[in-house]
């Protein structure tokens, strides 16, 4: 597995440093910026776009950046952003799924179905749609294994075939209203983590990012590698600390914090450890990187690129849940319209790239914040959806050339 190191290390771990820069503050700083100038930028280009498309919208609408709209976003960015997750899996292998809003669709009229049809629980109704992505992603990583089908071209087909079994299982009805007092639909339109829990979660993410970084920096040492100070660790995670302690405190003016929101950051958590922690992980970002390479040091690049299609489509279908729970209904047209682009730009734009082997789980949580601000904002001026796709597609545009922009560079200095 020796052959991992490459390209696991440039996308989850930042190069070694000179010897001098191991334990000094200001030696971590240069090495920073450092990095930057070599390509390797981070999360800082979408952390930007984000600060001013939320400026220029709050400039134009005072109530843009109120609590009340913030505790909206937080819920309407849950769905996407999930299928979002997804996205990223697919493309860290390389690969692409057109099918996310379809295989959503169906998941959430199979949820429709199995809750008011045939009147079963809520747990069971999940369990069936979380089942019917899997096995949709088990049968495309057959398609591209067995039959050689570009991931393209099944996903493609995936996308109209499951379009079609969604309107099948609603037949009859335009849509299926969910009982509004299920657990299912107030989770995600009523319910809120209270308050004191609210701040003790913070307080705890801030002391967990701390000491995560302790830890790795200590591996690195003993390893006799290049680490990070431990004042630059602190002076790092007091900046998380404050802006989620005040993103606390800002929403708990109003509605609070939606448990739904808190799902999806607990989803980002635990597929950011997957992919950064454990040799599954590193077997994404090595076939992504470079699948023959992979191949020869003895990963089973079949199975990973199933799995990569397997988590995508079980993601897709939890969307497609959270997305009927937010409507109270499962209609015919969940996971259509643009649900497929916005999924794959918010990945992309987030910091994932098109040609596999790097981004991380982060990337669809600020990828699908930038693309529900920009709908968010427009649909407070009331502007036309025609300015959303425009808008977003700069965006994407922009996201698209900076990753390129940045891989050129790092191939300049010997890091790509």
């Known amino acids: 597995m020796t052959s991992l190191g490459s390209p696991v290390a440039a996308a989850t771990d930042p190069p070694d440093e000179p010897p001098a820069a191991r334990h000094g503050f200001r030696d971590s700083l240069r090495g920073t910026v450092r990095r930057a100038r070599a390509g390797d930028v981070g999360m800082l280009p979408v952390v930007a776009g984000v600060v001013v498309i939320w400026t220029i919208f709050q400039s134009l609408n005072r109530t843009f950046l109120s609590s009340t709209n913030l505790v909206n976003l937080a819920f309407d960015m849950v769905p996407l952003g999930v299928i979002a997750l997804g996205i990223v899996c697919v493309l860290l292998v390389g690969q692409i799924d057109l099918s996310v809003g379809s295989v959503s669709g169906v998941a959430a009229a199979t949820t429709g179905v199995v809750m008011v049809r045939h009147e079963q629980s809520v747990w069971l109704a999940i369990l069936m749609a979380a089942g019917v992505g899997a096995l949709i992603g088990w049968l495309y990583g057959q398609a591209l294994n067995r039959f050689g089908v570009p991931s393209f071209v099944a996903t493609l087909g995936g996308l109209l075939a499951f379009l079609g079994a969604q309107l099948w299982l609603l037949r009859g009805e335009n849509a299926i209203n969910l009982p509004y007092d299920s657990g299912l639909v107030r989770f995600a339109q009523v319910w809120f983590v209270p308050e004191a ?69 607990a989803l980002v958590l635990i597929l950011h450890y997957v992919l950064a922690r454990t040799g599954f992980g590193r077997s994404l970002y090595a076939v992504g990187g470079n699948a023959e390479a992979a191949r020869r040091a003895g990963i089973d690049v079949r199975a990973v690129y199933t799995a990569a299609f397997v988590m995508c489509s079980t993601l897709a279908a939890t969307g497609g849940v959270l997305a009927a729970a937010r409507l109270a209904a499962a209609n015919q047209s969940t996971g259509t319209a643009d649900v497929n682009l916005n999924a794959i730009a918010a990945a992309v734009i ?27 904002g427009l649909t407070l001026l009331n502007l036309d959806s025609a300015y959303r796709f425009v808008i977003t597609g700069c965006v994407l545009l922009v996201a698209v050339a900076l990753d390129s922009a940045a891989r050129r560079s790092r191939q300049a200095h010997g890091r790509g």
């Open 197 to 265: 829990v609210a701040y003790v979660c913070a307080l705890l993410a801030a002391g967990g990012f701390l000491a995560l970084g302790l830890v790795r920096a200590r591996s690195r040492r003993r390893a006799g590698l290049s680490s990070v100070s431990p004042r630059w660790l602190a002076v790092r995670s007091l900046a998380p600390a404050a802006a989620l302690l005040f993103a606390v405190y800002y929403l708990n003016r109003t509605r609070g914090v939606p448990w739904m929101f808190v799902l999806f950051v």
């Open 350 to 376: 987030g910091g994932t790239s098109l040609f596999g082997g790097r981004g991380s789980a982060f990337a669809a949580l600020l990828g699908v914040l930038v693309i529900q601000s920009i709908s968010s």
